[in-house]
């Protein structure tokens, strides 16, 4: 099922031009705050009423201002995660899972509940009231409650920003089963390249309204150009898969036939991952590196230098593992005479690689 | 009970009669009145606002007299109802129209407070997962709002108990018929020898005023409880 959007919209200090389709897997949105992002996914989602636009939904017109065609949200197979969650406070955790099928008076499959019950985690949670829900926890729930009204798309606004680092690495794991078992496209917003990396098959790069990139996600990510939320946030990411753990607590990925060592991964060994490279971490050398405490070493070669205006470049190292970003000092770019074609090594810390850096892969991007 | 005398039990009974039947008839239009000014976009909100707010602020007389200009026997609103056997002019049905107007603001503005206070957001949450307007406000708004409507209630019911001015300007103070417990406080306090008989009903609208108060308290906390502090 495809999704295909065209909208234009006039919010004050922000006008909104949009187009992109969104094919099955996950569609990121990915920009700063305040690019119109929430519009767009409101847009879809009947809560907003855009100037003018056309959005379908498979073979499904939702909007067609032109026509006059509007479809109300509550007649949309359309499903919601709020950033906020959402529970409704006054039912308890199954009562808000079963909200969707009861006021659609749809018989309710016990077998299609507990799936999403059991997939989210959720089965001990469900007397209890939202106010006694922590905040992963809450949204697990939302999750399941958008799962179960049935969509023929998910809508996820900023799912996990309103959570901490420990809650978000909850979270990540259950929307990455949804995406690679659930089968229900996902039209997903977000400001964190780190979420995007770890979810997105589709990344729609918006800013002050416009789109300015669309492309899977290892293309539009690897690309040094995209950097909606600053060059802090600037990483590839590349598939791997799962050779061995080893004694010592690491883990060996082989990515494109080259060894990779993390921290040990939670992925059982033939698990195909992908794996976020944050620029900042990565390490360049002419000569391969010896006497180096870093383990992962990669040769390639130099495929394009982007000098900023600050002291920073960032320079694109294709490798047998795929392109990786390696953000060094313009210095270092003169001093090492790095060019398109320069043969080089890109060098990695296994612990720069964080857990949320990890996340598993169903083939999308290999 | 031998301790009231026939007249008063019947004005206390009356009383009672007129408030209920006053706050459940209003209820209904004071929800929808109330959602209607806290949600809905629509030229003269503000006019409505005006008129559900004018017997606050009108002497309850002239309320009275207006009554009884409108649904007297021969008023635009009373005569075609009278010519369908309806009467309200010096009647007891006439006494619940006078308080349930007296009533109505108080009603609607503690009914409104806790709509405003319903955030929109969850309402929407209820649309995307497929509840039409109707259903999301039974399944959400109403629930989360029944604190506020039974104080709401409440506050109308007491109201209506001791509404006065425009109760006997319409309806007048017939034993039996219209006399209410305030109307026969009045009366009895115009006799000599009365002070006892009026004592004995202040004392008992103290008792009821006193024992609506600490319901809607037991019963706003109760629900307020359900409703996860909602």
């Not at chain 2, 007491?158 to 018929?177: C, D, L, W, Y």
Request: proline share 7%; aromatic share 4%.
């Amino acid at each position: 099922m495809t999704l295909s959007v065209a909208l234009t919209h006039t919010l004050p200090g922000l006008s909104l031009d949009v187009a992109f389709e969104a094919p099955a897997g996950v569609t990121s949105l990915f920009g700063r705050s305040g690019t119109g992002k929430t519009t767009v996914v409101n847009a879809v989602a009947g809560l907003l009423r855009p100037d003018s636009a056309r959005i379908k939904l498979g073979s499904e017109v939702l909007v067609d201002t032109e026509a006059g065609l509007f479809v109300p949200a509550h007649k949309r197979a359309v499903g919601y995660v709020f950033q906020e969650g959402r529970l409704f406070p006054h039912l308890d955790v199954h009562a808000n899972l079963l909200y969707g099928p009861r006021v659609k008076r749809q018989t309710i499959d016990p077998v299609a509940v507990n799936h999403v019950i059991e997939m989210l985690g959720i089965g001990g949670l469900l007397k209890r009231n939202p106010a006694a829900l922590s905040g992963g926890e809450k949204q697990r729930v939302a999750i399941g409650r958008a799962l179960l009204s049935d969509p023929s798309l998910l809508l996820l606004d900023e799912p996990l920003a309103a959570l901490d680092e420990p809650r978000k690495a909850e979270i990540l794991p259950y929307l990455e089963r949804i995406r690679d078992e659930a089968g229900v496209p996902m039209l997903h917003v977000s400001h964190s390249a780190a979420e995007v990396a770890r979810l997105a098959t589709t990344v729609v790069v918006l800013d002050a309204g416009q789109v300015t990139r669309i492309g899977p996600a290892a293309e539009v990510l690897a690309d040094p150009a995209v950097a909606p939320t600053g060059v802090r946030d600037v990483g590839a990411v590349i598939a791997a898969q799962v050779v061995r753990h080893h004694d010592d607590g690491l883990s060996e990925l082989d990515a494109g036939g080259t060894a990779l060592m993390l921290p040990r991964v939670a992925q059982a060994p033939g698990v195909h991952l992908r794996v976020r490279i944050a620029a900042h971490d990565v390490i360049l050398s002419l000569a391969p590196p010896e006497g180096l405490s870093a383990l992962n070493s990669l040769a390639g070669t130099v495929a394009e230098v982007r000098l900023g205006d600050g002291p920073g470049a960032i320079v694109s190292v294709d490798t047998p593992a795929g392109r990786l970003l390696a953000r060094i000092t313009r210095r270092s770019v003169a001093r090492l005479g790095l060019a398109p074609g320069v043969a080089c090594h890109a060098i990695l810390k296994t612990v720069a690689i964080a857990p949320q850096d990890v996340g598993v892969e169903t083939g999308i991007l290999a | 009970m031998e301790w009231l005398g026939p007249e008063e039990w019947q004005a206390v009974r009356l009383s009672l009669r007129v408030a209920l039947v006053a706050t459940l008839v209003s209820l209904p239009f004071g929800v929808l009145v109330a959602h209607a000014l806290a949600r809905w976009e629509f030229p003269g909100r503000g006019l409505l606002n005006g008129i559900v707010h004018l017997p606050l602020i009108l002497p309850p007389v002239v309320t009275g007299y207006l009554l009884l200009l409108t649904f007297g026997t021969q008023g635009p609103i009373g005569k075609p109802l009278a010519a369908l056997g309806i009467t309200f002019a010096f009647r007891w049905t006439g006494a619940v129209l006078a308080a349930a107007l007296m009533a109505f603001p108080l009603m609607v503005r503690a009914i409104r407070l806790s709509i405003e206070a319903v955030d929109p957001k969850l309402e929407d949450a209820a649309a995307t997962l497929g509840a039409g307007r109707l259903q999301v406000f039974t399944t959400v708004t109403l629930p989360l709002i029944l604190p506020g409507i039974i104080a709401g209630a409440i506050l109308a019911f007491a109201k209506a108990m001791g509404e006065f001015g425009a109760t006997i300007t319409f309806v007048s103070n017939i034993p039996g018929q219209t006399q209410t417990l305030p109307s026969a406080v009045y009366a009895f306090l115009q006799v000599p020898g009365g002070e006892p008989a009026a004592m004995r009903l202040v004392i008992i609208s103290i008792v009821v005023a006193m024992a609506a108060l600490l319901f809607s308290e037991v019963l706003a906390r109760r629900v307020a409880r359900r409703v996860g502090g909602a």
